[in-house]
């Protein structure tokens, strides 16, 4: 049995692995095996190969079914091949350069396919301004609705102040 | 700077103590973080590697946190020292393996440990021994707040922090525990828990030895999730997995020392005689044995000191370590020899194990 990340040498360090309800098996070369950081306490790139190594696969299902070309990032010049070669992504641009063929992966792979954890505070600070924001924008619209016109002066006040101040950070490059 | 005068000698490693570390032996939270407007490492130029390295160093080494850390480049490092790095468990295989463009800062205490460019720009660890997940969780990610101000993030509304490979999208958290889980072993009920631990989206491994086989008795709980789910959760929710196995963990030591005690006495007793006779011994061989005379000492067959001792001879008899006690190359063979020494010579006074008596028969039998 050939090594399933070189393709070259003979595998000789099997794995199998269970994540979530998914079996996977590994077969790999001593070089890879070593070079790949397997059993390796801080490196963690086990689990990380063979998601990686299912995620080409899923891309490429997804290129052939929307167009067939082969996608290429415009930033970094990274495209399909490369990544089933070396299961990483090239640059933070990938993402919405692979964004398709990413997205069953993430959803298999993740536990939700959005980021609800931690965000660097300045963006922090801009998102509860802009949900903020939203959330007066809503009950503004009510107010109309159910006419009450009160309710509603007080709510258009309170959106004129808050937008009057600069918003706390520039929406960053998404 | 001396890597080797810098780290603590592993008689002091040893020593540290956390809650529960008779099962628990460390645990550590790890982020990984990328700069917005660079490649990722492994497809990055190295000019591009260096800029980068450039660019977090100062940052990193200007933390609070890391006052008097080590800080040096990859290529600076000889394979030896980044060896007995790797085995301190502090960088990955795959860090040690880099050079130019790559880098390392290590606090004081040994309880941060940042990789510059390993797969991701950043990747930055608190290592706390014993069961202390939340409090590892809260030292990284003061770290990181503090980072965010100085470096450009790469962080997506819905991704979340975007990094190299897609298992680690969003929090880019990885938290785990090493355990020492002698008793499961020796009950035959380790499948059972790694199964139903694996179901729990968390991953379960040893972590010496190949595939499916866990040397020393020894495995790491981790998460494999990290988009959809807030790193307190996932914190928790380890946290609480935990916790079971550590009181599988008991059950099953306290269900041998009443059902089967021969079978338990016999495998400590045979580790002793190994350990204190062996002329030629390997890695391999060395830490099962090890693992089983810690098993004794938790169970009070040896004296006080010695837990302390086996987790400093787990350190010590790994190859780098072993290797930097000597000047000449040493060959596999020759370790095996220099290991056994080495063993004989710090078991030389520890007395032989003695069975703990029998538990005194309470009149309120349940
Ligand atoms: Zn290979
Ligand atoms: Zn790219």
Redesign the pocket.
């Known amino acids: 049995m050939k090594?399933c990340?070189?393709k070259?040498?003979e595998a000789t360090v099997h794995l199998t692995q269970i994540a979530g309800d998914k079996i996977q098996k590994l077969d790999?070369?001593e070089?890879?095996a070593r070079s790949k950081g397997v059993n390796d306490p801080t490196g963690f790139s086990l689990a990380d190969l063979l998601l990686g190594l299912g995620a080409s696969q899923e891309m490429e299902q997804a290129a052939a079914a929307t167009k067939g070309g082969e996608l290429k990032c415009p930033r970094c010049g990274f495209t399909q091949a490369d990544y089933k070669k070396a299961g990483r992504l090239g640059c933070p641009d990938c993402y919405q350069t692979f964004a398709e063929g990413l997205k069953s992966l993430l959803k298999t792979m993740h536990k939700g396919p959005r980021h609800i954890g931690k965000a660097p505070e300045q963006l922090r600070r801009h998102l509860d301004f802009k949900r903020h924001l939203a959330q007066l924008q809503r009950q503004l619209a009510q107010a109309i609705e159910t006419e009450d016109f009160e309710q509603a002066a007080v709510l258009r006040d309170e959106i004129k102040h808050l937008t009057a101040k600069p918003a706390p950070a520039s929406a960053p490059r998404k | 700077m001396n890597i080797h005068t810098f780290l603590a000698p592993p008689a002091e490693t040893a020593r540290r103590t956390g809650p529960h570390d008779r099962i628990v032996l460390s645990s550590r939270v790890r982020l990984a973080r990328n700069l917005r407007d660079f490649s990722f490492p492994g497809w990055a130029k190295k000019a591009e590697r260096l800029t980068v390295v450039d660019l977090i160093r100062p940052a990193v080494e200007q933390l609070p946190e890391l006052a008097g850390c080590f800080s040096e480049s990859m290529d600076k490092l000889s394979a030896l020292d980044k060896q007995i790095l790797v085995e301190r468990h502090l960088i990955s295989r795959e860090h040690a393996a880099r050079g130019a463009g790559s880098a390392l800062a290590l606090n004081r205490e040994e309880t941060l440990c940042v990789m510059i460019n390993e797969e991701d720009h950043l990747r930055m660890q608190a290592l706390r021994p014993g069961l202390q997940l939340r409090h590892a969780w809260e030292a990284v990610d003061a770290v990181d707040s503090q980072l965010e101000q100085k470096l450009n993030y790469a962080f997506s509304l819905e991704l979340g922090y975007l990094t190299a490979c897609p298992t680690n999208l969003g929090t880019g958290i990885r938290v785990s525990a090493m355990l020492h889980l002698p008793g499961l072993v020796l009950a035959d009920q380790i499948n059972a828990i790694v199964q139903s631990v694996s179901k729990l989206g968390l991953a379960v491994r040893g972590l010496y030895g190949e595939g499916s086989e866990a040397l020393g008795n020894i495995f790491q709980v981790s998460n494999q999730r990290t988009l959809g789910e807030t790193e307190p959760a996932i914190v928790e929710r380890l946290e609480k997995v935990l916790t079971q196995i550590i009181e599988h963990e008991d059950n099953a030591r306290t269900n041998l020392l009443e059902q089967r005690p021969k079978i338990l006495f016999n495998q400590i007793g045979r580790a002793y005689g190994i350990l204190t006779n062996a002329h030629i011994i390997t890695s391999k061989e060395a830490i099962n044995m090890l693992s089983f005379m810690r098993l004794g000492a938790d169970l009070g067959m040896f004296p006080a000191t010695a837990r302390a001792l086996t987790d400093e001879l787990f350190i010590l008899t790994q190859p780098a370590h072993l290797q930097r006690l000597h000047t000449g190359k040493l060959s596999a063979d020759e370790r095996d020899l220099v290991r056994a020494d080495m063993i004989r010579e710090r078991l030389k006074t520890m007395e032989r194990p003695t069975p703990p008596p029998p538990p005194a028969p309470s009149p309120a039998a349940d």
Do not use: A, D, K, M
């Open positions: 090594c990340v070189c070259e040498r790999l070369c070089e890879c």
